[in-house]
């Protein structure tokens, strides 16, 4: 193939690219996810706690991110995603959720219950409980139901077939006995057994408000996790507050794009404006990477997100600039308009690639190592320097190089230079 | 064509002096006042209203302490939001406590936001911001080491201890909180501040190959020269996307663009007056360049 063929080839590949881009991420507003901390929501990190009982491994957290996961289902919340962060968190992020602390309370809940024998009271009539005669691991749903005479809502709860014989069995045993219904180690009630009950159920009673029994029974449906879920972060964001930070975020974005626009087109002049359908080529990919990720669940555009792309705005002109520079004081040198556009864009594409190498490396350290929201800042840094290479090889090299071969020669004072011959 | 020729090289030990003395103003503001770091280091709540019409600062305050948070720090901002951190721990407790207040202002309850941090969590955030920043350095100085010598990667380094140093003191002095983003601002900022003294180090590593009838230290100084407006402009266009930010942004992008704006203005400077001088001054005491002064000093 020969260099000319080359080039139409390079721009055609560009072309067929920033259209397949516009095609999947317009309307931007919703093709683009947005995150959590934009369209507003509950985002929690719950991280297990160790104890010399319970070690955290990769088991552990499997268990309990399936039980999460199911009391995030049984919230209704649509569109959920739940995440492992590092080896001991979960990350949950819950959009458009309205009532952030019944989710809190469901998904910080451990949820274990058990039946312990009562051995006596003590001085203030509270029971001291002894053994542990069975826990909520039998149990296969639950039901709220009003006691008709106290008024008082009570957890129904039913038990598989291996706990109603382990349930008769206790209560055969205990008739006229005082057992405790104990929640993550706070006693509920203290019934005396009447009768021996085989019918594989029991109630609990207590002091619950209607919205506390109803986390009752999400948390004893699902399971108890199998270890201590404490919050380390919690972020809850009103879509009003989300909604504003977006337009500011647009707006940085879009002054940031057109400033470095004008200047390039003040410095460069023709070269400026050049760089300016190289900047459009990039923010088209730009996009058009993002809704693809989207869709595929992978991208939520976040604050942090914003503040990458907006960076990367810089990164994408500095390319540009790279190879003017070069272009321009290799034809100084004496080069003719043609060779110095091959080899000086060929020098600055070098520059660039190690320049954006240590950008990409210091974003990668830090997708690699840091927790927390700061990672969509890290994450869209690293498509950005990856998108600007692309843009840089194959499309503003392959313009410098056509137009050094056509229209430069005729007008060079449009692109801020003299001629060849009277520069040597 | 413009051809600006400048003896930054002549001016190296004011550039030194200079730095030094940015160094000793930095560590005493970091010494002195100390840096404040953010909810995310040590646990806490933060809440942030985005606007919050006809409320008072005194207001939002007292609202705060009538719901059972000792001492709250309220802030305003600039666009008539606020900004509240308690020590509060608890997501749950701390809601309760939005809502309650909310109710209490008569503000629409979707109108902020509740960050929450829990007690341990600072730690996790701290180490990893710690071992981020290390292993960054780290690959930088193998990166250089490896593409160019061992001279330019440790003079680089400086550069860029010489460009953390400086905008934490600046956070020092004017009493900003750091938060992850800061770090995260400060670790892409080392990467850009690496990015111009690369450029310079590239062209003087390109001129030395051909050194002839000159000084290394006049030669470093046509290189820097040669690479001037190029290291200007990318640093305009780099700057302006932060400035933008900086201006028009919230509270989330301006904490990133401060660092950046801070440490990328510092890392223009450092490239020509910090890496720069202190690469050439190394170089020279090299036997082939000494030679090389002896017989040029006075023609350069």
């Known amino acids: 193939m020969d260099p000319k063929q080359r080039n139409v080839l390079a721009l055609a590949v560009i072309a067929m690219l920033v259209g397949l881009a516009w095609w999947q991420f317009w309307p931007p507003d919703q093709q683009i996810t947005q995150g959590l901390d934009i369209q507003g929501g509950l985002s929690v990190i719950l991280t297990a706690q160790e104890t010399t009982q319970t070690l955290v491994t990769d088991d552990v957290m499997d268990r309990a991110e399936l039980i999460v996961r199911n009391r995030v289902d049984r919230l209704g919340a649509s569109e959920a995603s739940i995440q492992r962060q590092g080896s001991d968190s979960i990350l949950v992020q819950l959009p458009g959720i309205s009532n952030a602390e019944d989710a809190l309370a469901a998904l910080g809940t451990t949820g274990q219950l058990e039946i312990r024998a009562v051995e006596g009271v003590d001085a203030t009539g509270t029971p001291i409980v002894g053994d542990v005669l069975m826990t909520g691991e039998y149990i296969t749903d639950a039901s709220l139901s009003t006691d008709p005479t106290t008024g008082q809502i009570e957890v129904n709860v039913n038990f598989n077939a291996e706990g109603t014989r382990l349930w008769a069995e206790i209560t055969t045993a205990r008739v006229g006995q005082q057992i405790a219904i104990v929640l993550d180690g706070v006693v509920q009630s203290a019934p005396v057994v009447q009768e021996p009950i085989t019918g594989g159920q029991t109630r609990i009673t207590g002091d619950f408000t209607p919205e506390e029994a109803q986390q009752l029974r999400t948390v004893l449906e699902t399971g108890a996790l199998p270890v201590t879920l404490e919050f380390s972060e919690s972020r809850v964001v009103g879509p009003t507050l989300g909604q504003d930070s977006l337009r500011q975020g647009v707006l940085a974005v879009a002054m940031g794009l057109a400033l470095v626009m004008v200047y390039m087109a003040l410095y460069y002049r023709a070269f400026g404006v050049l760089s300016w359908l190289s900047l459009a080529v990039f923010a088209s990919l730009f996009l058009g990477l993002l809704a693809v990720l989207s869709s595929f669940g992978w991208f939520a555009l976040s604050l942090p997100g914003i503040a990458g792309i907006t960076l990367t705005v810089g990164l994408a002109a500095d390319s540009s600039i790279l190879m003017f520079e070069r272009f321009k004081e290799e034809v100084r040198l004496g080069k003719t308009f043609r060779s110095a556009a091959k080899s000086g864009t060929r020098h600055a594409i070098g520059t660039s690639l190690d320049a954006d190498l240590v950008t990409f490396v210091s974003a990668l350290v830090l997708y690699t190592v840091a927790i927390g929201p700061v990672r969509g800042f890290a994450l869209t840094l690293m498509m950005g320097v990856a998108i600007d290479l692309t843009v840089a090889i194959l499309f503003t090299r392959t313009i410098i190089v056509m137009l050094a071969e056509s229209v430069v020669p005729k007008v060079p004072g449009l692109f801020g230079m003299r001629g060849a011959d009277s520069d040597a | ?300």
């Open chain 2, 1 to 300: 064509m413009r051809r600006i020729k400048v003896d930054f090289m002549g001016f190296r030990w004011w550039f030194l002096g200079f730095s030094a003395l940015l160094m000793i103003v930095s560590a005493g503001a970091m010494g002195i006042r100390g840096l404040q770091f953010g909810i995310e280091f040590q646990g806490g709540t933060v809440v942030s209203f985005s606007e919050a019409e006809g409320v008072a600062l005194a207001d939002m305050r007292s609202s705060f302490e009538s719901h059972g948070v000792a001492s709250p720090q309220v802030q305003s901002t600039e666009d008539g939001g606020f900004i509240v951190r308690t020590t509060e721990s608890d997501p749950d407790a701390a809601n309760e406590t939005y809502r309650a207040v909310v109710e209490e202002l008569g503000l629409p309850a979707d109108a902020g936001d509740v960050t929450t941090i829990g007690p341990g969590w600072g730690r996790n955030i701290t180490n990893a911001a710690l071992l981020a920043l290390t292993l960054s350095v780290a690959a930088i100085l193998l990166y250089t080491s490896l593409r160019f010598e061992y001279k330019m990667a440790g003079t680089a380094v400086v550069a860029l201890v010489h460009d953390v140093v400086l905008t934490l003191g600046v956070y020092a002095l004017v009493g900003r909180e750091v938060t992850p983003n800061t770090i995260a601002a400060v670790l892409t900022f080392m990467g850009y501040s690496l990015y111009d003294t690369i450029v310079v180090f590239h062209r003087i590593r390109e001129n030395s190959q051909r050194l002839v009838k000159q000084t290394f230290m006049s030669m470093a100084n046509d290189s820097i020269n040669q690479v001037l407006m190029r290291s200007i402009n990318t640093s305009i266009t780099s700057l302006i996307p932060p400035l933008a930010m900086l201006l028009f942004g919230g509270e989330t992008l301006k904490d990133f663009a401060f660092a950046l704006v801070i440490g990328l203005l510092s890392g223009v400077y450092s490239s020509v007056g910090v890496a720069s001088p202190i690469y050439a001054m190394w170089k020279e005491r090299e036997p082939k360049f000494q030679a090389l002064k002896k017989r040029y000093q006075q023609a350069s």
